[in-house]
């Protein structure tokens, strides 16, 4: 039998801001780190801090929780891709919207994702299933 394969690879990191504020919070780091800001009408607690098409994706995010940082996985297969993360020793918290969110062994919280940039294909890590 062949063994099948999924891909993967870091998407994105993403500011997580407590409080209505996000505009505040992407005006700050926008400049701190010179990438312009995006917004979308249909995501109004998202801005986008556009980066070059070969690095990762930047967005800040206002959040209900305390204030950190999480990064994204982007895969082309989220169960395949979450039960290779729990078998590594992280847990599956919750599955939200079209992400799914989960813990790392250290408490460390990340979200797998679908696909987020053109590239992902030629460019992701392929991972063999049985």
């Not at 891909?7 to 400049?31: H, M």
């Not at 987020?116 to 392929?126: G, H, I, L, N, P």
């Amino acid at each position: 039998m062949t063994a099948m394969t999924h891909k993967s690879r870091l998407a994105a990191f993403v500011i997580d801001c407590n409080g209505p504020e996000i505009d505040r919070a992407a005006e700050f780091w926008s400049a701190a780190l010179g990438c312009p800001i995006v917004a979308d009408a249909a995501h109004p607690n998202y801005r986008l801090l556009v980066t070059p098409d070969d690095q990762v994706k930047l967005l800040i995010q206002s959040v209900d929780h305390d204030s950190r940082i999480h990064l994204d996985i982007e895969t082309d297969d989220r169960d395949a891709e979450v039960a290779r993360l729990e078998a590594l020793g992280a847990r599956r918290l919750a599955t939200v919207k079209r992400w799914i969110k989960m813990e790392a062994p250290t408490g460390h919280r990340f979200c797998v994702v679908n696909p987020q940039r053109t590239d992902f294909a030629d460019k992701a890590k392929s991972w063999d299933r049985t």
